[in-house]
Every structure is written in structure tokens, then in C-alpha cells.
């Protein structure tokens, strides 16, 4: 327990004062509260080895990954079901091309540089390269006062429809590494099956969901409880991350989902007696728990593997892989007049997002070997912050040039309309 207290001070303080220093120089704080984990990692280098045990405390590891399931929960709440269903095709397409064209790049670059490695391990690689942290992107968007562009709506909702599939190809590749570390043969329809379980997931969720959150909440506002709303609302999100896993599905995707069943509809009686929304409610668990995860996962880098001209190498072309692939995502604009190239690079930062998929194959065992060893782990987190540094500035330069383009474009003539029936028009 000793150690336990004393690394909660210590990540703590330097992930605030990392995510603090981010923000200063315009960037996300999860940026500062991984470099702040990746600095107390590393200590050892300069004497400090008795801070060895951070990243070994399972006590420390339980916290950080309660902390991922609450950031889970979270974006599942600020997501709109609805809106992912009836997002444009644009969105749609943008979202499908954002996840192939990374797949298949990182999968070519893992089997290019890493061959004595299990083809498993390529694809486990290729699916970190998938993700989109929506939230560094809505926030660069917000700055700069363009989140109601028709750019940014294709953008956002593409994100979103982004983090699904990414968490559907997450628990397909999980399943299959888990079979094959147990020895059994996979199959196509052992493939099949996984994907149909985490569809069936997913959407049981929200058909079922709906039904078990407004009886849930009912009992609770019935009962008069103190403090309902914030227990039951993580009830739900605990419940649903544990059916996640006993499914055989990563917990964080159970986590999503049940954010995105909570209606407020159904509890709204309990933010009344309240008097806070339930994101205000959550808000101070998840600022002691997030950065957690954050700095944790920072404390698995090995500086010294940066000196390794081979892990710089993968960086490198994993790099250029996720950016690539990304910028594929300009031939899913289907509406004319927009700006692809800015919502191309609305797509590109891994945020948060890359650093849980990077998180949990650190943790993937195939063949008594981790299947994203030490090394693989410092590249692709070399991956999470460039991608994380050079969206805003590039962002913000592509949309100033978008609309420079558009106010230089001459007006269109209207169109001519027949309004006899029967008639040609000019």
C-alpha cells in the first residue's frame, strides 16, 4: 500500500504539471501527462532506480486501467448513437478509408521490418494504426471556431464511426491472439464469429440498454438516494465492461457502449434532485483516474531504445504509414466545394486512442512473448506524439488555405429550374 501512495503522488503531480505544460504551448494534455510518465520511467537512467516499482505495483496497473474504462465511458457518453447512425455518406466513407488504408500500411510495414515476427503481431500493429482521437481534433476545431464548417461535421462524425470499427477490429484481433496463444487454429469463421459477437455487442447494447438504464434509474429515483446518479451511472459502466470481457471483447468496449445507452430521459429526475449534469458528476473521478492511465503508459517507454537505429526506423515508417493512411481519407469526401485535405487531416492525431490499443497489446501474451514488446511499444508511442504535435498547426493551416480557395472561387450560377412539366432546360 506504501508504494501504491507514494506513486499516486508522483504521477499525480507530474501528470497535471505535464498536461499544465501541454496546454501552455498549445497542445493536448494527454501529450504532458505521457511525457510526464515517460520521464518518471526513466529516472533510473540518472540514479533514481528505486522508482523502479511504478510501473510493476499491480495496485497502480488496476487504477490506470479503471481509469481507461471511465475515459471510455466518457467518450461514449458525449457520443450521439443516433447522429452515428444517420451521419452522411461522406462521414461513412471517410471513416471506412480511415481504417483500411492504416490496417494494411502498418500491417506491410510491421512484416517489412519486423519478419522473424508471428503475422499476428503485424496485424496487432496495423489495427494501433486505425485509430483517431476525436477529442484533439474537436478541440482544435473549437479554437479555431470552426466546428459548425461542413469540413468538421464530416469530420467529427467520421471520428466517431472511426472509434467503432477500430474497437471491432481491437476485439477481433484480441480474440485471435488469445486463440492462437491457446494453441487453436483460426479459421475464417472463428474470425466471423468474433466480428458477429462484438456487432452483436454493440448493438444488443443499444437495443437492451435503453430498457435496463430507465428501470435502473427509475428504482433509483424511487428510492431517494443520496449520490444515485454518479453510483448508478458507474454501475452500469462497470456492469457492461465486465459482460464486455466475459464475452470475450476488450472492457473498453463495453465501456463505450454503455455511455452510449444512458439516456438522460431516464434519469433526468436524478440530475434535477442533484443539481449536476452527469458529466459534471464524473468529471472529478475522471481527472484523478485518466492521467493515470496516461503517465502509466508513458512509464513502459525505454529511453534507451530510442538510441536503437531499428526502433527509430519502424517509428519512422510507421509514421509515414498512419499519415498516409489518413490522408486516404480525402477520397471519401463525396460533397463538392469542401476542403478534403482538411478533413484528411482531421483524421491524422492518435491521441489517447493509439495509446490504449498500443496499452493493451503491451499486456498480449502469444507464445510467452509480450505481442508488442518494449521496442514496438517506444516506436508506435513515437507514432502517438507526432501524429498528436503536428495535427493543430497543420490543421489550422489547411483550413485558413480552404477558405482562402473558397472565397477566390467565382460564384456559381443558379441552376435553371422547369417549372412546366414537360419542357427542356438551358
Avoid at 53 to 59: A, D, H, K, T, V
Avoid at 214 to 243: D, E, H, N, P, Y
Wanted: proline share 4%; charged share 15%.
Amino acid at each position: 500500500m506504501s508504494e501504491v501512495l507514494l506513486g499516486l503522488v508522483l504521477m499525480l503531480v507530474l501528470g497535471k504539471l505535464g498536461g499544465w505544460a501541454a496546454e501552455r504551448v498549445r497542445q493536448p494534455p494527454v501529450l504532458g501527462e505521457l511525457l510526464a510518465g515517460i520521464l518518471l520511467g526513466n529516472l533510473a537512467l540518472l540514479g533514481a532506480g528505486w522508482l523502479g516499482f511504478l510501473s510493476g505495483n499491480e495496485g497502480l496497473r488496476t487504477l490506470a486501467e479503471l481509469g481507461v474504462i471511465i475515459l471510455l465511458f466518457q467518450v461514449g457518453l458525449e457520443s450521439d448513437a443516433g447522429a452515428m447512425l444517420s451521419v452522411g455518406w461522406s462521414s461513412l466513407l471517410v471513416a471506412v478509408l480511415g481504417v483500411v488504408a492504416p490496417f494494411f500500411l502498418g500491417w506491410g510495414v510491421s512484416a517489412w521490418l519486423l519478419p522473424e515476427a508471428d503475422t499476428l503481431v503485424h496485424v496487432f500493429i496495423g489495427a494501433t494504426l486505425c485509430a483517431t482521437s476525436v477529442g484533439i481534433t474537436a478541440r482544435v476545431l473549437a479554437d479555431l471556431g470552426k466546428l459548425q464548417a461542413p469540413e468538421s461535421r464530416i469530420v467529427l462524425g467520421a471520428a466517431v464511426i472511426d472509434d467503432v470499427l477500430g474497437l471491432v477490429i481491437l476485439a477481433v484481433v484480441i480474440g485471435s491472439i488469445e486463440a492462437a496463444d491457446r494453441g487453436a487454429e483460426l479459421r475464417a469463421t472463428s474470425v466471423l464469429w468474433i466480428i458477429g459477437k462484438a456487432a452483436l455487442f454493440l448493438f444488443g447494447s443499444l437495443a437492451a440498454g435503453g430498457w435496463v438504464s430507465k428501470r435502473l434509474f427509475g428504482i433509483a429515483s424511487r428510492l431517494q438516494i443520496r449520490g444515485m446518479l454518479l453510483a448508478g451511472s458507474l454501475a452500469v459502466a462497470f456492469l457492461f465492461a465486465w459482460l464486455a470481457d466475459l464475452v470475450g471483447l476488450a472492457p473498453i468496449v463495453g465501456a463505450f457502449a454503455a455511455g452510449l445507452i444512458l439516456d438522460e430521459v431516464h434519469y433526468r429526475d436524478l440530475v434535477d434532485r442533484a443539481d449536476h449534469e452527469l458529466e459534471d458528476l464524473l468529471a472529478p473521478i475522471a481527472g484523478f483516474l485518466v492521467p493515470l492511465f496516461f503517465v502509466h503508459m508513458g512509464l513502459a517507454v525505454d529511453l534507451r531504445s530510442f538510441a536503437q537505429l531499428p526502433v527509430l526506423g519502424l517509428a519512422a515508417l510507421l509514421l509515414v504509414a498512419a499519415v498516409l493512411g489518413k490522408l486516404a481519407c480525402a477520397g471519401g469526401v463525396l460533397r463538392r466545394g469542401l476542403d478534403r485535405l482538411s478533413v484528411a487531416v482531421g483524421m491524422v492525431p492518435r491521441g489517447e486512442v493509439g495509446l490504449i490499443f498500443a496499452g493493451i497489446g503491451a499486456q498480449l501474451m502469444l507464445h510467452g512473448e509480450r505481442v508488442v514488446a518494449p521496442a514496438i511499444f517506444s516506436a508506435l508511442v513515437i507514432v502517438v506524439i507526432a501524429t498528436t504535435v503536428v495535427t493543430p498547426p497543420l490543421l489550422a493551416h489547411t483550413l485558413a488555405r480552404g477558405d482562402r480557395w473558397k472565397t477566390s472561387q467565382p460564384p456559381r450560377a443558379p441552376a435553371a429550374h422547369n417549372h412546366g412539366g414537360g419542357g427542356s432546360t438551358t
